[in-house]
């Protein structure tokens, strides 16, 4: 009789995996779409709601960078695993600011919902084109409008938030005072020799500035992929375009001087400044709206940022990255 049952059981098991090697017995898609991967204040972030996030984000990835980006190495984590976190973390921030929003009384009426759509559709062409962007999105139009039912409440809430959020004259006029460059369009034209130990650079600066042709000192010593085709030569450029080192080396040169040695981050150069143009600035009146326009913008985003910051750390979060 014992020799039955374990025969039984043997059988039994045999079956099983027998049933599952031939794909049989699967995981139930309705029961991936519902597995929870995140839990934020005892509500649940499913599935289903990440992967409709991480699509649209894998649309755009990989519109810029390629479909082979996802296995690239960053800091010893593959790029699919950094994004999914990323994904993970803005639906939790999401879902806490639409918690507080609601706390708070904010609300979207369906008109602004109707209007909101009416304007993408119209800034789409035509029906048939807006039918077409939910297709590739994956998305229908119930679930469309419910994003944008989403998106303008928190477009309510950044609001109120940063509603106190002011700019004083004195940092205005500090930020343009201590960025003038940013409102001047120097230029100049200028030519370098690029070489990899100081040493090196050492005795060819002496050579040009023993007077020694600089773009064929260029041309024969420069390790500048460049500098062999172009004798050295950078065209003109203005504040911003190089490195900070050789951008303040360059424009304390006067036209024909050659600098010293300039170490950067590339290596070792040596600068010959041919043109200099030096302009006014543009004067601050005019530019005095932009500046606080910008330094608002700015305020404003370190005032919704401390906001949803101060509502993550209050907040009772779980993940289950086995389940993304």
Same mark, same amino acid.
């Given at each position: 009789?014992?020799?039955?049952?374990?025969?039984?059981?043997?059988?039994?098991?045999?079956?099983?995996?027998?049933?599952?090697?031939?794909? $049989?017995?699967?995981?139930?898609?309705?029961?991936?779409?519902?597995?929870?991967?995140?839990?934020?204040?005892?509500?649940?972030?499913?599935?289903?709601?990440?992967?409709?996030?991480?699509?649209?984000?894998?649309?755009?990835?990989?519109?810029?960078?390629?479909?082979?980006?996802?296995?690239?190495?960053?800091?010893?984590?593959?790029? $699919?695993?950094?994004?999914?976190?990323?994904?993970?973390?803005?639906?939790?921030?999401?879902?806490?600011?639409?918690?507080?929003?609601?706390?708070?009384?904010?609300?979207?009426?369906?008109?602004?919902?109707?209007?909101?759509?009416?304007?993408?559709?119209?800034?789409?062409?035509?029906?048939?084109?807006?039918?077409?962007?939910?297709?590739?999105?994956?998305?229908?139009?119930?679930?469309?409008?419910?994003?944008?039912?989403?998106?303008?409440?928190?477009?309510?809430?950044?609001?109120?938030?940063?509603?106190?959020?002011?700019?004083?004259?004195?940092?205005?006029?500090?930020?343009?005072?201590?960025?003038?460059?940013?409102?001047?369009?120097?230029?100049?034209?200028?030519?370098?020799?690029?070489?990899?130990?100081?040493? &090196?650079?050492?005795?060819?600066?002496?050579?040009? &500035?023993?007077?020694?042709?600089?773009?064929?000192?260029?041309?024969?010593?420069?390790?500048?992929?460049?500098?062999?085709?172009? &004798?050295?030569?950078?065209?003109?450029?203005?504040?911003?375009?190089?490195?900070?080192?050789?951008?303040?080396?360059?424009?304390?040169?006067?036209?024909?001087?050659?600098?010293?040695?300039?170490?950067?981050?590339?290596?070792?150069?040596? $600068?010959?400044?041919?043109?200099?143009?030096?302009?006014?600035?543009?004067?601050?009146?005019?530019?005095?709206?932009?500046?606080?326009?910008?330094?608002?913008?700015?305020?404003?985003?370190?005032?919704?940022?401390?906001?949803?910051?101060?509502?993550?750390?209050?907040?009772?979060?779980?993940?289950?990255?086995?389940?993304?």
């Amino acid at each position: 009789m014992k020799m039955k049952k374990t025969l039984l059981l043997v059988t039994a098991v045999v079956l099983v995996v027998a049933v599952s090697g031939c794909g $049989i017995i699967r995981k139930n898609p309705e029961a991936i779409k519902n597995s929870v991967v995140a839990e934020v204040n005892g509500q649940v972030i499913t599935r289903e709601e990440f992967d409709k996030s991480f699509d649209l984000h894998k649309i755009t990835i990989e519109s810029q960078y390629g479909a082979d980006i996802w296995n690239q190495d960053i800091d010893g984590r593959k790029f $699919i695993d950094v994004v999914k976190e990323q994904v993970v973390e803005k639906l939790i921030l999401e879902r806490l600011v639409l918690e507080d929003a609601e706390k708070q009384g904010i609300e979207v009426t369906q008109q602004e919902v109707d209007q909101e759509v009416k304007a993408y559709k119209d800034s789409i062409g035509d029906e048939q084109k807006y039918l077409e962007f939910l297709k590739n999105q994956n998305l229908t139009e119930q679930e469309f409008a419910s994003q944008v039912k989403r998106d303008l409440v928190i477009r309510k809430y950044r609001e109120k938030v940063v509603e106190d959020a002011t700019v004083s004259e004195e940092d205005i006029r500090k930020y343009y005072d201590e960025n003038i460059k940013e409102f001047k369009n120097d230029r100049v034209r200028a030519s370098h020799i690029l070489l990899d130990t100081r040493e &090196k650079a050492e005795e060819v600066l002496a050579k040009a &500035k023993a007077g020694e042709d600089f773009g064929k000192l260029a041309e024969q010593y420069s390790v500048d992929p460049n500098g062999k085709t172009s &004798k050295g030569d950078l065209g003109e450029f203005g504040y911003g375009m190089m490195v900070q080192p050789f951008e303040e080396a360059a424009f304390a040169l006067e036209e024909g001087e050659i600098s010293g040695i300039v170490e950067t981050m590339f290596g070792f150069h040596i $600068i010959k400044v041919f043109e200099k143009t030096i302009v006014d600035p543009t004067p601050f009146e005019e530019v005095r709206d932009n500046i606080e326009a910008m330094l608002l913008y700015y305020e404003q985003e370190e005032a919704y940022s401390q906001a949803v910051s101060k509502l993550r750390e209050q907040a009772d979060v779980k993940t289950y990255p086995k389940n993304m």
